[in-house]
């Protein structure tokens, strides 16, 4: 029997802002890779940790009281898109000196193939994609 996928793949979570979302957030995402057959590869894990820090970040710098954050899963057969929304205010940067906080950027920076930040009403979508090698 074949088993193939139908692609593009996509799927998105909505998280409450409370600390457990965080693990839930990661546990959603391997559930995603693990139904696309992508849950063993070599670069899950990495996506795994810039999920968490992405969502981490939306806590505890994007998301006002009474919000949430969703977190969108897109894989196309080449490439994974990781997107966190929040309705937060400010723009995630990586941080110039080291008593500044934002070292998560600097993982995501390190693990993913390529991040940003894009603009939505209210707020911002970061984002973060992996090529190949799944």
Same mark, same amino acid.
């Given at each position: 029997?074949? +088993?193939?996928?139908?692609?593009?793949? =996509?799927?998105?979570?909505?998280?409450?802002?409370? &600390?457990?979302?965080?693990?839930?957030?990661?546990?959603?995402?391997?559930?995603?890779?693990?139904?696309?057959? =992508?849950?063993?590869?070599?670069?899950?894990?990495?996506?795994? @940790?810039?999920?968490?820090? =992405?969502?981490?970040?939306?806590?505890? +710098?994007?998301?006002?009281?009474?919000?949430?954050?969703?977190?969108? =899963? &897109?894989?196309?057969?080449?490439? @994974?898109?990781?997107?966190? +929304?929040?309705?937060?205010?400010?723009?995630? &940067?990586?941080?110039?000196?080291?008593?500044?906080?934002?070292?998560?950027?600097? @993982?995501?920076?390190? @693990?993913?193939? &390529?991040?940003?930040?894009?603009?939505?009403?209210?707020?911002?979508?970061?984002?973060?994609?992996?090529?190949?090698?799944?």
């Amino acid at each position: 029997m074949n +088993h193939a996928i139908q692609l593009p793949c =996509l799927r998105d979570r909505f998280f409450p802002r409370d &600390r457990r979302s965080v693990p839930a957030a990661r546990k959603f995402t391997y559930q995603a890779l693990a139904g696309w057959g =992508l849950a063993g590869g070599e670069r899950a894990d990495d996506v795994s @940790l810039c999920v968490s820090e =992405l969502a981490t970040n939306a806590l505890l +710098h994007g998301v006002p009281p009474g919000r949430g954050f969703r977190l969108f =899963l &897109r894989y196309d057969g080449d490439v @994974l898109r990781v997107e966190v +929304h929040d309705s937060g205010a400010g723009v995630p &940067r990586i941080p110039d000196g080291a008593d500044e906080g934002g070292r998560g950027l600097l @993982l995501v920076a390190a @693990l993913a193939d &390529r991040w940003g930040v894009g603009e939505r009403d209210p707020g911002k979508v970061v984002w973060c994609e992996f090529a190949g090698c799944f």
